[in-house]
């Protein structure tokens, strides 16, 4: 998957086993698939790592990944979705994230002219069927693919209409795949998809403002971010508040109160963030992310707010995960770069886990609901996977007993020691100086580092890495142990010291170097150390002489590393140029194209049988050579990173490789094939596993033990006495109680007593006024009754009235409408005599006009046929007269006669043609008029048809306003039925809705009434059986109490027995006396019995106290209520006589209308229903009064019934509750007289009871 091959080979196969790094560069870098695998970019790979099981699984980039842009997961999480660029059209390659196959390649048509160079942003529908991907300048397109089929759907413009803006984000809607939004540099579009046609709906203002993230809060929700940390709400595509994320504790979601006019239209407010020069926080709203619970955004530097759903409208803030600042401030560097911006956030499937990507290379997580999590303001985030380096890997050290390699990072100061075999880190130590170069003893407990003020010889603890020896060697940038590691090597400039790792002598100094030293190799016996500089030269050192054995050099190409074979005589070396070199005896034995001359290669390794070759270069890759080299390289070629490899290692067993690059990423690579190319793998040797502690660490950590298990049995012991002493307060409280509770019940029986007599005053009270009401009811009906009999006579002699009046408005109308109708149809006929008789002259114009127009069309053609005619003659008879003269002069034979003649004819044919081309010109005079005269007559024809479609349309208005005219009278006649009907049904409904007001009032009022008993009588219920449960708990605690203290009489007693067994040994009697006497202690008792009884009588008070207080206020809010029955009352009658006054305002207003509508009607001239009619209709309408009367009556008596039989029940219910009430009373009553009447068990029954 990894490899490509040059040449089908049996070579050592290189699987990648781990992999760390992250690409920074690309925007929305990690994704969960589950709640332990994540996906994220590295190298020329997408990574699914299971941080739960520590595996991983690669997708492979095309060109090392440098063309990637996007990696999107779908939201089922079947489908990755990988986002490149290619040399035409950006591609996208979706695959499945468990077969790892691809599932399609989805590109834009190439029939098309596109002109998109990449995709800036995509995203998924939340169905996962579509992908919405927007490409980037010049096109600025918004493209709809379907996954399944991978066709092109849909596309629309993305940036504004007017061409301004730039697009960063867009976010399908959660819900509804037919939206979604586009964000970025003035641009804030949302977007809707109807027949595959996307329109802009909603917000549409065009500002200045940069729209940095987006995401969808709900169905219509969206919330958007800007650079300036301004927060905006939009519902359904409309504006509705804008936040500052500076200070926002809660954000309430329908708080318009913030958004004024002018903040509608633009974003720049008086709270905007003014940004100093120089700062370095941002203040960009980045990575936008809802989840179930609510919503998070990264604000400032390596800050991620999070806010929790309240209610659906209202957000409040949970917490602020603060991402660790680790930027190291250099004293050469003046503003170093900022490493915690905030790139993306997401949360894992079960919504506990928050993970978070910034501009450093390491992933940053924190539980949401967990231990690590608390509620302070600031919750500081920890790794997530495996620590890396913040930029170049500098170097790489391998030990050969133990399964760790050591890498150091040149920007972030650190050094990591790994377990390659368990993928495990096992150290990470920071330092203050930058470090240059590391090497690790064989033994793994040491270690060779080259800082930039000197080189220091360290020693590997169990958690800390200790200074043994300093070095003057300043940026020492090559170290290396011998494979015994007795000694050590260290480039010093141009110059290889080696020293002793024993004594940290200085053993040997090579010298020979002009450039800098670019690799070391020891031999297997530790006797030759060859070495290769920038300069080009490789040379080999006899480490014992210290003098140089053997060198080559070539100028034109610096080698860059050097491998020694077993022999110690042979070395491969690699350079600049591409070329691998095989040196020996000073000379060059084979020489070996890998890469083009432009390509350079890294570094080389070598395995212990000199069976395999390794070499890095063009920019990542690693080269697996076969060896001995031939003429033509044979190789496979693995590419997982995408930046120059600085260092590479081999372990000692030869089963694992392990590469770091400039870019901060380091592989674990696993080797295949290697049976018979490796050392042979003895099992019984296993690697070693030591590990160095001091002794001061050591005592330490023993002595903490100690503390906390002294600690532990001090904390056993202060928690039984505690629980002693409990005892102790807890039975002096017992008996206070018990005392309370007597007094308490004796007070409920007296209160149950009163309330029960003043329960049966007031509902004879309520029976009283029940039949009062009732005759005051019928009393008023009755009045009503006659009041409008009265009003019902008075508006039919009104009527009566009125219809008089009405029959003679109808008759002066007809008469005027006759005349209207008389002067109408003599204007009619007015007009279309003056038009028929205008048509007519026209008409005869027109002939006319014809005739002329012929007779000079005939005049025309005579007189060019004459003129035509005249003119055939003269030239006829002119040439005879010609051919004449010419044939006399022939004759003749004079020439001078003849030329005169030939000038006299030349005159004669030039007047010919002068008057030829008079005719011509008369005759195109003639065609002028002629195509004149045609224009007048097509003009007159035009003018004619115009002026019949005058007189058509004049007809056909004449003809509709007469149809509207009898739609008129048609909807007259339907309105006056329509009124008199509205008049018939008005006057009983208007009596119908007083009586039932009335009623309705009434009823209102007595339900208001037994309410307030009701819920009275419901709060001392409850205000009893609380003191109940309270009295039932003393009884309990007394009953307990008792039994403690006769427990205490028993040990007492039983003391006693056993100090009258010393009856006869008196010193033996008075001690025990004595012990007793300090063990139950008489005056300590008589002390807390004394301040029993004044805690008791203190008790007794408050309680007195209190119910006095409870009385006081239940009287005054029994008056108040009464208060407030009578002022509702008052309240009631107001309000019915403004009701009164406005149906009597209603009234008035709609004889005002009638008799409008009416003189309209004698206006219009319809007429109205005849008196004998209208007679009728009154009395149909008296007869169904009197009906509807009857009616009502018998509804009111059912809801008198109704009323009767509810107040029945209540009442019995209320009988019901208080019956209940005085049996729990009397229970609870002889319950305490049983309690208190109870004779305590005597001694030997207590003695007996303890016994068993």
Known sequence: ??????????????????????????????????????????GSVVVLHNFHVKKQKFIKLTDKGRNLTHVKVSPNKKTIAVVENTDKLPMVTLWCPVQFKKKKTLTLPSEKDIIAHRFVTVDFTFDSKYLVCVTGEPDWT??????????????????????????????????????????????????????????????????????TSCCWLSQDRLIVGSDRGKIMVLETGELKAVFNAMDLPIINMKQEDEMEETSQTSLHSAHSIEIIEGDTQNYEIRGLVNFGRGFAFGFMNGKVHLYEKETPNKYKKRGVYVVPDRTIKREYEEMPKVLTTINT???????????????????????????????????????????????????????????????????????????????????????????????????????????????????????????????????????????????????????????????????????????????????????????????????????????????????????????????????YAIGHDGHVRELGNSNIQRDVVLTPPSVVLDDIALSQLDTMLFVTGNSGSVYVIKVPLLEKAEYVEYAMHNSPITKMCLSLDDRYLISATDGGHICFWKLMNIEDKSVPFDADVKSSSEILISRQILEDKMDTIKNLQLRMRELETEHSFQMRQNDALYSSKIKDIHSEYCTAIEELKSKNEQMESDHLQETNNLIVQINKIKSEHEVFVQKLENSYNEKLIYEYNKFHRFESKMENLAKEQEQRYELLKESKQETEESLTAEH????????????????????MEKEHEIIVQQVEDDADREIYELKEAHEKELRDEQDLNVPSVLKKKFLAAQKETNDLRQKVVTLDNEHMKFKATILSLDKEI?????????????????????????????????????????????????????????????????????????????????????????????????????IDKNARMKKALQNIRIDIHHASSFIQNVPKLKQAVKDMYHKYNADKDFEITQAEDTEARSEFLRQRDFLERTVSTLHYQATKNANLLSYDKVRLVDENSCLLDETNLLRKNLREATEQTKKLHALVG???????????????????????????????????????????????????????????????????????????PSFHDDHDLDME
Request: a negative charge; glycine letters at 4%.
């Open 142 to 211: 918004m493209y709809c693919f379907k996954c399944d089929k991978g066709r092109l759907e849909s596309f629309a413009r993305a940036i504004n209409l007017n061409g301004t803006g730039t697009v960063r984000q867009v976010a399908c809607n959660p819900q509804d795949v037919n939206q979604l939004v586009l964000c970025g540099d003035s641009v804030l579009r949302c977007l809707g998809c109807q027949d595959y046609t996307w329109r802009q709906f909603g917000y549409n203002k065009f500002d200045n403002t940069v729209y």
């Open 938 to 1038: 097509l003009d007159m024809k035009k003018e004619m048809q115009e002026r019949d479609q005058t007189i058509e349309e004049k007809e056909k208005r004449i003809f509709q306003l007469k149809s509207k005219n009898q739609e008129l009278e048609k909807f007259k006649f339907i309105l006056d039925f329509k009124i008199n009907e509205l008049k018939s049904i008005i006057e009983p409904k208007e009596k119908l809705i007083q009586e039932q007001l009335i009623q309705i009032n009434e009823m209102v009022r007595e339900l208001e009434n037994l309410q307030k008993i009701i819920l009275n009588l419901d709060v001392q219920l409850a205000e009893l059986r609380d003191k109940l449960i309270v009295s039932n708990t003393e009884v309990k605690k007394e």
């Open 836 to 855: 028929l008789q205008k048509l007519k002259d026209m008409e005869v114009q027109i002939e006319q006009l014809v005739e002329q127009m012929q007779q």
């Open 345 to 571: 956030i997401v949360f894992n499937p079960s919504e506990d886990r928050l993970l978070v990507s910034c501009s450093e290379m390491q992933l940053w997580t924190s539980r949401l609901y967990g231990n690590d999590s608390s509620m302070l303001n600031e919750i500081t985030m920890r790794n997530f996977g495996y620590p890396m380096h913040l930029g170049p890997v500098g170097s790489v050290a391998i030990c050969r007993w133990k399964p760790i390699a050591m890498t150091s990072g040149t920007r972030d100061r650190s050094i990591k020691i790994w377990n390659y075999e368990t993928d495990e880190v096992e150290l990470i130590h920071t330092f203050e100086d930058d470090i240059s170069s590391v090497a690790l003893h064989p033994t793994g407990l040491y270690a060779v580092i080259g800082f930039s003020d000197k080189l220091r010889y360290m020693t590997i603890m169990i958690d800390d890495m200790l200074m043994t020896k300093e070095f003057n060697i300043r940026s020492c940038r090559m170290t290396s142990f011998s494979r015994l590691g007795h000694l050590f090597a260290a480039a010093n400039a141009n110059v290889i010291q080696i020293y002793s790792s024993i004594t940290f002598e200085l053993m040997y100094i090579l010298k020979g170097h002009i450039g800098k030293i670019q690799g070391m190799s020891w031999s297997h016996d530790d006797n030759i150390l060859a070495s290769c500089g920038s300069e080009g030269a490789v040379y080999g050192w006899d480490v014992s002489t210290a003098s140089r054995i053997s060198e080559v050099v070539i100028k034109s190409n610096p080698f860059t590393g050097v491998a020694l074979l077993k022999d110690g005589k042979s070395m």
């Open 1166 to 1240: 319809l007429s109205y229903i005849s008196p004998k009619m209208a007679q009728k209709k009154v009395n149909l309408a008296t007869d169904t009064n009197t009906e509807i009367h009857n009616r009502y009556k018998t509804k009111l008596q059912e809801n008198e019934r109704a009323i009767t039989a509810l107040k029945e029940e209540n009442n019995r219910l209320i009988n019901k509750i208080a019956q209940a009430s005085i049996e729990e009373m009397q229970n609870l009553s002889e319950h305490a007289v049983e309690i208190s009447t109870q004779d305590p």
């Open 1 to 42: 998957m990894f490899a490509k091959s040059r040449e089908n080979t049996n070579l050592a196969v290189l699987q990648p086993k781990l992999y760390i790094g992250l690409e920074t560069r690309i925007s929305n870098n990690i994704h969960f698939l589950n709640d332990d695998e994540v996906v994220y970019p590295a």
